[in-house]
Protein backbone atom coordinates (compact mmCIF):
# COMPACT_ATOMS: atom_id res chain seq x y z
CA UNK A 1 0.00 0.00 0.00
CA UNK A 2 1.46 3.53 -1.12
CA UNK A 3 1.10 6.44 0.79
CA UNK A 4 2.49 7.14 4.90
CA UNK A 5 1.35 4.26 6.69
CA UNK A 6 0.11 5.09 10.34
CA UNK A 7 3.81 4.09 12.21
CA UNK A 8 5.47 6.48 9.78
CA UNK A 9 2.93 9.40 10.67
CA UNK A 10 2.44 9.24 14.54
CA UNK A 11 6.80 9.19 13.63
CA UNK A 12 6.03 12.91 12.12
CA UNK A 13 4.11 13.94 15.09
CA UNK A 14 6.49 12.86 17.81
CA UNK A 15 9.24 14.52 16.61
CA UNK A 16 6.97 17.71 16.14
CA UNK A 17 5.29 17.37 20.01
CA UNK A 18 9.19 16.74 21.12
CA UNK A 19 10.54 19.62 19.74
CA UNK A 20 8.30 21.76 21.38
CA UNK A 21 9.03 20.28 24.59
CA UNK A 22 12.87 20.46 24.05
CA UNK A 23 12.00 24.37 23.58
CA UNK A 24 10.42 23.74 26.71
CA UNK A 25 12.85 22.12 28.62
CA UNK A 26 15.60 24.51 27.62
CA UNK A 27 13.52 27.32 28.91
CA UNK A 28 12.97 25.93 31.97
CA UNK A 29 16.40 24.37 32.99
CA UNK A 30 17.88 27.78 32.58
CA UNK A 31 15.87 28.85 35.73
CA UNK A 32 15.75 25.61 37.53
CA UNK A 33 18.22 23.55 36.76
CA UNK A 34 18.18 20.01 34.43
CA UNK A 35 17.96 17.97 37.50
CA UNK A 36 14.98 19.58 38.82
CA UNK A 37 13.28 19.89 35.64
CA UNK A 38 13.81 15.97 35.09
CA UNK A 39 11.95 14.99 38.05
CA UNK A 40 9.15 17.33 37.78
CA UNK A 41 8.32 16.76 34.58
CA UNK A 42 8.39 12.40 34.93
CA UNK A 43 6.11 13.35 38.08
CA UNK A 44 3.73 15.75 36.07
CA UNK A 45 3.76 13.10 33.22
CA UNK A 46 2.62 10.09 35.47
CA UNK A 47 -0.56 11.99 37.06
CA UNK A 48 -1.59 12.74 33.15
CA UNK A 49 -1.37 9.04 32.35
CA UNK A 50 -2.66 7.97 35.31
CA UNK A 51 -5.84 10.10 34.76
CA UNK A 52 -6.08 8.90 31.02
CA UNK A 53 -5.89 5.45 32.23
CA UNK A 54 -9.10 5.58 34.95
CA UNK A 55 -10.92 7.81 32.87
CA UNK A 56 -9.98 6.02 29.41
CA UNK A 57 -9.30 2.28 30.45
CA UNK A 58 -10.91 2.23 33.74
CA UNK A 59 -7.67 1.33 35.35
CA UNK A 60 -5.42 4.29 36.81
CA UNK A 61 -2.29 1.85 36.94
CA UNK A 62 -1.85 -0.59 34.14
CA UNK A 63 -2.27 -3.73 36.13
CA UNK A 64 -3.25 -5.67 33.11
CA UNK A 65 0.10 -5.92 32.00
CA UNK A 66 2.05 -9.67 32.24
CA UNK A 67 5.27 -9.50 33.88
CA UNK A 68 7.64 -9.88 30.57
CA UNK A 69 5.69 -6.48 29.49
CA UNK A 70 6.80 -4.71 32.81
CA UNK A 71 10.45 -5.84 32.43
CA UNK A 72 10.92 -4.70 29.09
CA UNK A 73 8.88 -1.78 29.36
CA UNK A 74 10.39 -1.02 32.29
CA UNK A 75 14.16 -0.92 31.52
CA UNK A 76 13.02 1.01 28.42
CA UNK A 77 11.97 3.61 30.64
CA UNK A 78 14.86 3.43 32.71
CA UNK A 79 16.98 4.07 29.51
CA UNK A 80 14.75 6.56 27.72
CA UNK A 81 13.31 8.82 30.60
CA UNK A 82 16.04 8.47 33.09
CA UNK A 83 19.54 7.59 31.11
CA UNK A 84 18.56 9.28 28.17
CA UNK A 85 16.59 12.47 28.78
CA UNK A 86 18.89 13.38 32.21
CA UNK A 87 22.06 13.50 30.22
CA UNK A 88 19.76 15.28 27.12
CA UNK A 89 18.66 17.80 29.58
CA UNK A 90 22.15 18.89 30.88
CA UNK A 91 23.47 18.74 27.38
CA UNK A 92 20.98 21.42 26.31
CA UNK A 93 22.34 23.51 29.02
CA UNK A 94 26.01 23.19 28.08
CA UNK A 95 25.68 23.45 24.23
CA UNK A 96 22.55 24.12 23.12
CA UNK A 97 19.17 22.62 21.67
CA UNK A 98 21.04 22.10 17.98
CA UNK A 99 23.98 20.82 18.61
CA UNK A 100 22.23 18.30 21.29
CA UNK A 101 19.49 17.85 18.55
CA UNK A 102 22.32 17.03 16.30
CA UNK A 103 23.73 14.37 17.87
CA UNK A 104 20.86 12.38 18.46
CA UNK A 105 20.94 11.89 15.03
CA UNK A 106 23.08 8.91 15.83
CA UNK A 107 20.60 7.25 17.55
CA UNK A 108 18.60 6.10 14.30
CA UNK A 109 21.28 3.97 12.77
CA UNK A 110 22.27 2.72 16.23
CA UNK A 111 18.56 1.70 16.97
CA UNK A 112 18.35 -0.40 13.54
CA UNK A 113 21.85 -2.25 14.11
CA UNK A 114 20.40 -3.08 17.80
CA UNK A 115 16.99 -4.07 16.28
CA UNK A 116 18.84 -6.03 13.48
CA UNK A 117 20.48 -7.90 16.03
CA UNK A 118 18.05 -8.49 18.93
CA UNK A 119 14.47 -8.35 16.73
CA UNK A 120 15.48 -9.44 12.86
CA UNK A 121 14.15 -6.28 11.86
CA UNK A 122 14.85 -5.90 8.72
CA UNK A 123 14.98 -2.64 6.56
CA UNK A 124 15.15 -2.19 2.53
CA UNK A 125 17.44 -0.78 0.80
CA UNK A 126 15.39 2.21 0.01
CA UNK A 127 14.96 2.57 3.27
CA UNK A 128 18.67 2.30 4.40
CA UNK A 129 19.29 4.60 1.81
CA UNK A 130 16.54 7.33 2.80
CA UNK A 131 18.31 6.91 6.47
CA UNK A 132 21.73 8.34 5.29
CA UNK A 133 19.84 10.95 3.38
CA UNK A 134 17.82 12.15 6.69
CA UNK A 135 20.62 11.98 8.88
CA UNK A 136 23.02 13.64 6.20
CA UNK A 137 21.09 16.47 5.66
CA UNK A 138 20.32 17.25 9.78
CA UNK A 139 24.45 17.36 9.99
CA UNK A 140 24.06 19.45 7.55
CA UNK A 141 21.90 21.77 9.16
CA UNK A 142 23.28 21.59 12.43
CA UNK A 143 26.98 21.59 11.66
CA UNK A 144 27.01 25.20 10.39
CA UNK A 145 28.82 27.67 12.61
CA UNK A 146 26.88 28.94 15.39
CA UNK A 147 27.76 32.78 15.42
CA UNK A 148 24.56 33.34 17.83
CA UNK A 149 24.81 30.41 20.71
CA UNK A 150 25.81 31.38 23.92
CA UNK A 151 26.12 27.72 25.05
CA UNK A 152 29.35 27.16 22.09
CA UNK A 153 31.94 29.54 23.11
CA UNK A 154 35.60 30.80 20.90
CA UNK A 155 32.97 28.38 18.84
CA UNK A 156 33.70 24.84 20.11
CA UNK A 157 31.40 22.88 22.07
CA UNK A 158 32.27 22.11 25.52
CA UNK A 159 32.91 18.42 25.63
CA UNK A 160 31.14 17.17 28.44
CA UNK A 161 28.29 18.68 26.58
CA UNK A 162 29.05 16.41 23.51
CA UNK A 163 29.70 13.50 25.83
CA UNK A 164 26.23 13.82 27.19
CA UNK A 165 24.24 14.16 24.02
CA UNK A 166 26.09 11.46 22.64
CA UNK A 167 25.02 9.44 25.64
CA UNK A 168 21.79 10.25 25.41
CA UNK A 169 20.99 9.10 21.57
CA UNK A 170 22.90 6.00 22.82
CA UNK A 171 20.38 5.52 25.82
CA UNK A 172 18.03 6.41 23.02
CA UNK A 173 18.59 3.62 20.71
CA UNK A 174 18.20 1.12 23.49
CA UNK A 175 15.16 2.22 24.78
CA UNK A 176 13.37 2.45 21.17
CA UNK A 177 14.56 -0.95 20.58
CA UNK A 178 13.36 -2.35 23.96
CA UNK A 179 10.07 -0.38 23.68
CA UNK A 180 9.17 -2.25 20.32
CA UNK A 181 10.20 -5.73 21.95
CA UNK A 182 7.62 -4.82 25.01
CA UNK A 183 4.52 -3.34 24.00
CA UNK A 184 3.66 -5.81 21.49
CA UNK A 185 -0.41 -5.02 21.19
CA UNK A 186 -0.47 -3.81 24.82
CA UNK A 187 -2.02 0.09 24.80
CA UNK A 188 0.47 2.49 24.26
CA UNK A 189 -0.35 4.65 26.81
CA UNK A 190 -0.75 1.89 29.66
CA UNK A 191 2.92 1.44 27.86
CA UNK A 192 3.88 4.67 28.58
CA UNK A 193 2.94 4.90 32.34
CA UNK A 194 4.94 1.40 32.65
CA UNK A 195 8.11 3.08 31.15
CA UNK A 196 7.41 6.37 33.57
CA UNK A 197 7.03 3.97 36.50
CA UNK A 198 9.97 2.71 36.28
CA UNK A 199 12.04 4.77 35.76
CA UNK A 200 10.76 7.07 38.64
CA UNK A 201 12.79 5.03 41.31
CA UNK A 202 16.42 6.06 39.58
CA UNK A 203 15.37 9.70 40.29
CA UNK A 204 14.76 9.16 43.75
CA UNK A 205 17.99 7.45 44.20
CA UNK A 206 19.79 9.91 42.11
CA UNK A 207 18.50 12.58 44.03
CA UNK A 208 19.37 10.93 47.29
CA UNK A 209 23.10 10.05 46.68
CA UNK A 210 23.75 13.70 45.03
CA UNK A 211 21.53 15.30 47.91
CA UNK A 212 19.41 17.41 45.57
CA UNK A 213 15.95 17.24 47.39
CA UNK A 214 16.20 20.94 49.19
CA UNK A 215 16.95 22.16 45.35
CA UNK A 216 14.02 20.00 43.87
CA UNK A 217 11.57 20.99 46.09
CA UNK A 218 12.75 24.97 45.88
CA UNK A 219 11.69 24.93 42.47
CA UNK A 220 8.03 24.28 42.69
CA UNK A 221 8.07 28.16 43.97
CA UNK A 222 9.42 29.57 40.44
CA UNK A 223 5.41 29.65 39.44
CA UNK A 224 6.66 30.48 35.60
CA UNK A 225 9.64 27.28 35.30
CA UNK A 226 6.74 25.29 36.56
CA UNK A 227 4.06 26.60 33.83
CA UNK A 228 6.76 25.53 31.28
CA UNK A 229 7.60 22.20 32.57
CA UNK A 230 3.78 21.56 32.94
CA UNK A 231 3.19 22.50 29.63
CA UNK A 232 6.59 20.31 27.83
CA UNK A 233 5.17 17.38 30.55
CA UNK A 234 1.76 17.09 28.22
CA UNK A 235 3.67 18.23 24.95
CA UNK A 236 6.34 15.63 25.17
CA UNK A 237 6.56 13.03 27.67
CA UNK A 238 2.46 12.41 27.54
CA UNK A 239 1.48 13.17 23.89
CA UNK A 240 4.79 12.92 22.17
CA UNK A 241 5.77 9.62 23.60
CA UNK A 242 2.49 8.26 23.32
CA UNK A 243 2.33 8.76 19.70
CA UNK A 244 5.98 7.32 19.49
CA UNK A 245 5.12 3.95 20.82
CA UNK A 246 2.12 4.02 18.02
CA UNK A 247 4.63 4.25 15.36
CA UNK A 248 7.26 1.70 17.16
CA UNK A 249 3.39 -1.08 17.13
CA UNK A 250 3.11 -0.21 13.26
CA UNK A 251 6.94 0.62 11.78
CA UNK A 252 11.21 -0.76 12.20
CA UNK A 253 12.31 0.79 15.51
CA UNK A 254 15.24 2.03 12.35
CA UNK A 255 12.62 4.31 10.27
CA UNK A 256 11.08 5.81 13.45
CA UNK A 257 14.37 6.64 15.18
CA UNK A 258 15.09 8.40 11.87
CA UNK A 259 12.20 10.37 11.29
CA UNK A 260 11.96 11.44 15.14
CA UNK A 261 15.18 12.31 14.65
CA UNK A 262 14.28 15.48 11.93
CA UNK A 263 14.54 17.60 15.19
CA UNK A 264 16.93 19.73 14.46
CA UNK A 265 15.62 20.89 11.40
CA UNK A 266 11.96 21.03 12.46
CA UNK A 267 13.85 23.65 15.73
CA UNK A 268 15.02 25.92 12.84
CA UNK A 269 11.86 28.50 12.95
CA UNK A 270 12.03 28.61 16.51
CA UNK A 271 15.53 29.26 16.47
CA UNK A 272 14.73 32.33 14.17
CA UNK A 273 12.38 33.52 16.39
CA UNK A 274 12.51 33.30 20.29
CA UNK A 275 16.71 33.09 19.82
CA UNK A 276 17.33 35.21 16.69
CA UNK A 277 19.52 33.46 14.57
CA UNK A 278 20.07 33.38 11.08
CA UNK A 279 19.25 30.58 8.78
CA UNK A 280 21.66 30.70 5.44
CA UNK A 281 20.60 29.05 1.88
CA UNK A 282 23.06 26.16 3.58
CA UNK A 283 20.89 25.37 6.75
CA UNK A 284 17.43 25.74 4.24
CA UNK A 285 19.21 23.49 1.59
CA UNK A 286 19.92 20.57 4.94
CA UNK A 287 16.47 21.32 5.75
CA UNK A 288 15.13 20.34 2.45
CA UNK A 289 17.25 17.61 2.37
CA UNK A 290 15.99 16.17 5.25
CA UNK A 291 12.87 16.31 4.30
CA UNK A 292 13.22 14.53 1.08
CA UNK A 293 14.49 11.69 3.37
CA UNK A 294 11.65 11.54 5.23
CA UNK A 295 9.69 11.36 2.31
CA UNK A 296 11.97 8.36 0.69
CA UNK A 297 11.63 6.43 3.86
CA UNK A 298 7.54 7.23 4.43
CA UNK A 299 6.51 6.82 1.02
CA UNK A 300 6.33 3.65 -1.03
CA UNK A 301 6.79 -0.37 0.61
Not at 32 to 43: D, K, Q, T, Y
Not at 223 to 231: C, E, F, L, T
Not at 285 to 295: Q, Y
Request: hydrophobic share 60%; with cysteine.
Amino acid sequence: MKGMQIGEIAAVAAAVLWTLSTLAWTSSGRRIGALAVSFHRLMITGVLLAVYGGVVRGRWLPTDADGQTWLILGLSGLMGFFVCDLCAFKALLMIGPRLTLLLQALSPPTAAIISWVVLGDTLLARQWLAMAVTIGGIVWVVLERQTTTASVRGGRPATAGVLLAIAAALAQAVAMMLSRKGIGQYDAVAATFIRVLAALPGYVALLTVVGRWPAVFLAVRDVRAMMIVSVGSVVGPFLGVVVCMIALRHSPTGVVATIVNTMPVLILPFAILLYHERVSFRAAAGAILTVAGVGLMCWGG
